[in-house]
């Protein structure tokens, strides 16, 4: 196992500027940005608040998962949601970036050799870097759910980056019809791990696995943020166990940690 | 140490500083471990979340949203309370090696003293008490303390006589007079006055119809509110015998060099940490490069130049 999976790296802020930015669909960005300095490297699940640089509006970075994190390179996968997003898909390359990271605590590696990997939507981003990263030392199986037509070329995008990806929509048109929770369940067992990331409704429900006999349900969350380093609170959470902070005590969680015990048959 | 040279090296309020900038409160993780690498450079002091008597969860819902060129934030005054703070987070925070400012923050008097005689009690050193004065008062309908000159003046009074240590006022731009708030201050025995805090504003939600924060109001921070921050600034240095920390929208090392040139003697950066680590240093050179320019030889010479 890759012993530096799931462990913080110490954030920094550094410049990046903009090799690439390619629409992946109607509404989605693919960015990979080259850092002036190296970073920690990051685990996946651990994100970098993005934003361009030297600009005070938008003001606030926006935290993206990176897919893929190589000691200068990132690349990042997002959706163009408001602002900060609208501003970010509008560079061209060669823009100038300001990005801190690597924040937060990513997926630790897994225990067992089986996982499932369990997205909505844009909630694939932190995946992409994980498969590449477990390699063939885990049995993975990844399974996404798209709202459908119209995603198709986003699909299909994830497609060539996880061959054999589980698609699932909600019009049926692609894949199965029905939801990506729905389909991870007929997958999981003993033995089997799960990761989760997209709609907080699709995580909580992720909680139905341990009914099947799963023992370990790990959930990225998505919150806005403000510092990305545990300092604003801006990102609080209500939890079981007390007041968390995604930025830093997540944003990857323990199921339990964040839903509670799960009801069991 | 400082990385910086003895020119930036000040008093402040009875506080000696490398540097003359702070972090603000509410903004920084406690722990020094969090710290992004190179935060500390050019760090004078720094302030402490808003600390209350028992702990609070702060406030459900929504807590930011970005503004043009600004955010609103409604926290709530989430923190673990004094108590946990002298017993666990200030030993880590310590460690940062610079000067603690704990601001604190009070619902009553009797909460404020309470609070007061616990930090009295810490083994460690506390080098100034930060009064927030933002908070409401619950005894006049939630009435912000630092917007009626008697509930300042009973606030400053209590905290004057329960702690024997350096007190700075953090006024609230609320109040309808800056320089006359500062004034009462100084005439209520605080060393310093902090000017100011966050600016209520507020957001709507169009699509729920509804305003972002449960709370409603929030405070208006960041670049947005930096001229408004300077003019008052500049109210209070002409009221005032005691020096006058400014804060408020800071983002640029120039803007800082701004605000000392209107008359405070240090600066509080906050919400421009979100985006620029580094700030705190990229000020101190701006400082040394204008000190240079200019032929003199200390940051003290520059407080209040513009008022000339």
Redesign the interface.
Same mark, same amino acid.
């Given at each position: 196992m890759d012993s530096g999976m799931g462990k913080p790296g110490s954030p920094a802020d550094r410049k990046g500027s903009l090799v690439f930015s390619r629409k992946v669909g109607e509404n989605c960005r693919h960015i990979a940005v080259e850092l002036s300095e190296a970073t920690a490297p990051s685990a996946p699940g651990q994100f970098f608040l993005v934003r361009e640089w030297g600009v005070f509006d938008p003001l606030l970075g926006r935290p993206l998962a990176s897919t893929v994190s190589g000691n200068c390179r990132l690349e990042f996968l997002f959706q163009v949601t408001g602002r900060g997003t609208s501003r970010l898909a509008s560079l061209t390359p060669g823009a100038a970036l300001e990005l801190r990271g690597p924040c937060g605590n990513g997926f630790p590696a897994p225990v067992g050799e089986k996982l499932l990997l369990v997205a909505g939507t844009l909630g694939i981003a932190p995946f992409l870097g994980a498969v590449s990263a477990l390699g063939e030392k885990v049995d993975v199986t990844a399974v996404l759910g798209v709202p459908g037509r119209g995603w198709e070329p986003f699909t299909e995008w994830c497609e060539d980056k996880i061959p054999g990806i589980r698609l699932n929509s909600d019009d049926g048109s692609l894949g199965r019809r029905g939801d990506p929770v729905e389909d991870s369940l007929t997958l999981v067992g003993p033995g089997r791990e799960l990761w989760g990331c997209g709609p907080e409704a699709m995580l909580r429900e992720l909680g139905r696995a341990y009914e099947k006999g799963c023992e370990k349900v790990l959930v990225s969350l998505e919150r806005r943020m403000g510092c990305g380093i545990g300092g604003c609170l801006s990102c609080s959470i209500t939890t079981p166990s007390g007041m968390k902070r995604v930025c830093v005590d997540g944003p990857v969680f323990d199921w339990r940690e964040v839903f509670g015990e799960p009801l069991r048959n | 140490m400082s990385p910086f040279g003895t020119s930036l090296r000040t008093e402040v309020g009875g506080v000696d500083l490398d540097t003359p900038v702070i972090v603000a409160s509410?903004?920084?993780?406690m722990?020094p471990a969090?710290?992004?690498?190179? /935060?500390l450079d050019g760090v004078g002091a720094v302030c402490s979340?808003g600390l209350t008597l028992k702990p609070r969860?702060?406030n459900?819902g929504?807590?930011?949203?970005?503004t043009? /060129?600004?955010?609103l934030?409604s926290?709530g005054l989430?923190n673990s309370g004094v108590d946990h703070f002298v017993a666990q987070e200030l030993s880590a925070f310590s460690f940062a090696g610079r000067p603690i400012i704990v601001n604190i923050a009070f619902e009553t008097l009797d909460d404020l003293v309470e609070t007061v005689e616990v930090l009295k009690g810490s083994a460690l050193k506390i080098s100034a008490l930060e009064l927030n004065v933002s908070c409401p008062n619950v005894t006049r309908g939630g009435m912000t303390w630092g917007i009626h000159p008697e509930s300042l003046e009973s606030a400053v009074t209590a905290a004057r006589r329960a702690w024997n240590g350096i007190l700075w006022v953090k006024l609230s731009p609320q109040a309808p007079s800056v320089g006359e708030f500062a004034e009462l201050s100084q005439g209520c025995g605080a060393e310093a006055v902090v000017v100011g805090n966050t600016w209520l504003g507020m957001a709507i939600d169009n699509e729920r119809e509804r305003p972002f924060f449960e709370n409603v109001f929030a405070g208006l921070s960041?670049?947005a509110v930096f001229p408004l921050a300077l003019r008052a600034v500049w109210e209070a240095a002409g009221a005032v015998e005691i020096p006058v920390i400014g804060c408020g929208g800071i /983002?640029r090392p120039q803007d800082a060099l701004s605000m000392i040139l209107a008359g405070a003697s240090a600066v509080e950066v906050g919400?421009a940490?979100?985006?620029? /680590?580094?700030l705190p240093a990229s000020i101190c050179r701006e400082l040394e490069r204008h000190l240079r320019e200019k032929g003199l030889s200390s940051v003290g010479d520059l407080v209040g130049r513009a008022r000339r």
């Amino acid at each position: 196992m890759d012993s530096g999976m799931g462990k913080p790296g110490s954030p920094a802020d550094r410049k990046g500027s903009l090799v690439f930015s390619r629409k992946v669909g109607e509404n989605c960005r693919h960015i990979a940005v080259e850092l002036s300095e190296a970073t920690a490297p990051s685990a996946p699940g651990q994100f970098f608040l993005v934003r361009e640089w030297g600009v005070f509006d938008p003001l606030l970075g926006r935290p993206l998962a990176s897919t893929v994190s190589g000691n200068c390179r990132l690349e990042f996968l997002f959706q163009v949601t408001g602002r900060g997003t609208s501003r970010l898909a509008s560079l061209t390359p060669g823009a100038a970036l300001e990005l801190r990271g690597p924040c937060g605590n990513g997926f630790p590696a897994p225990v067992g050799e089986k996982l499932l990997l369990v997205a909505g939507t844009l909630g694939i981003a932190p995946f992409l870097g994980a498969v590449s990263a477990l390699g063939e030392k885990v049995d993975v199986t990844a399974v996404l759910g798209v709202p459908g037509r119209g995603w198709e070329p986003f699909t299909e995008w994830c497609e060539d980056k996880i061959p054999g990806i589980r698609l699932n929509s909600d019009d049926g048109s692609l894949g199965r019809r029905g939801d990506p929770v729905e389909d991870s369940l007929t997958l999981v067992g003993p033995g089997r791990e799960l990761w989760g990331c997209g709609p907080e409704a699709m995580l909580r429900e992720l909680g139905r696995a341990y009914e099947k006999g799963c023992e370990k349900v790990l959930v990225s969350l998505e919150r806005r943020m403000g510092c990305g380093i545990g300092g604003c609170l801006s990102c609080s959470i209500t939890t079981p166990s007390g007041m968390k902070r995604v930025c830093v005590d997540g944003p990857v969680f323990d199921w339990r940690e964040v839903f509670g015990e799960p009801l069991r048959n | 140490m400082s990385p910086f040279g003895t020119s930036l090296r000040t008093e402040v309020g009875g506080v000696d500083l490398d540097t003359p900038v702070i972090v603000a409160s509410g903004v920084w993780p406690m722990d020094p471990a969090l710290w992004p690498e190179g /935060s500390l450079d050019g760090v004078g002091a720094v302030c402490s979340k808003g600390l209350t008597l028992k702990p609070r969860d702060g406030n459900p819902g929504c807590r930011i949203v970005e503004t043009y /060129s600004g955010v609103l934030n409604s926290i709530g005054l989430q923190n673990s309370g004094v108590d946990h703070f002298v017993a666990q987070e200030l030993s880590a925070f310590s460690f940062a090696g610079r000067p603690i400012i704990v601001n604190i923050a009070f619902e009553t008097l009797d909460d404020l003293v309470e609070t007061v005689e616990v930090l009295k009690g810490s083994a460690l050193k506390i080098s100034a008490l930060e009064l927030n004065v933002s908070c409401p008062n619950v005894t006049r309908g939630g009435m912000t303390w630092g917007i009626h000159p008697e509930s300042l003046e009973s606030a400053v009074t209590a905290a004057r006589r329960a702690w024997n240590g350096i007190l700075w006022v953090k006024l609230s731009p609320q109040a309808p007079s800056v320089g006359e708030f500062a004034e009462l201050s100084q005439g209520c025995g605080a060393e310093a006055v902090v000017v100011g805090n966050t600016w209520l504003g507020m957001a709507i939600d169009n699509e729920r119809e509804r305003p972002f924060f449960e709370n409603v109001f929030a405070g208006l921070s960041g670049p947005a509110v930096f001229p408004l921050a300077l003019r008052a600034v500049w109210e209070a240095a002409g009221a005032v015998e005691i020096p006058v920390i400014g804060c408020g929208g800071i /983002s640029r090392p120039q803007d800082a060099l701004s605000m000392i040139l209107a008359g405070a003697s240090a600066v509080e950066v906050g919400t421009a940490l979100f985006v620029d /680590s580094r700030l705190p240093a990229s000020i101190c050179r701006e400082l040394e490069r204008h000190l240079r320019e200019k032929g003199l030889s200390s940051v003290g010479d520059l407080v209040g130049r513009a008022r000339r």
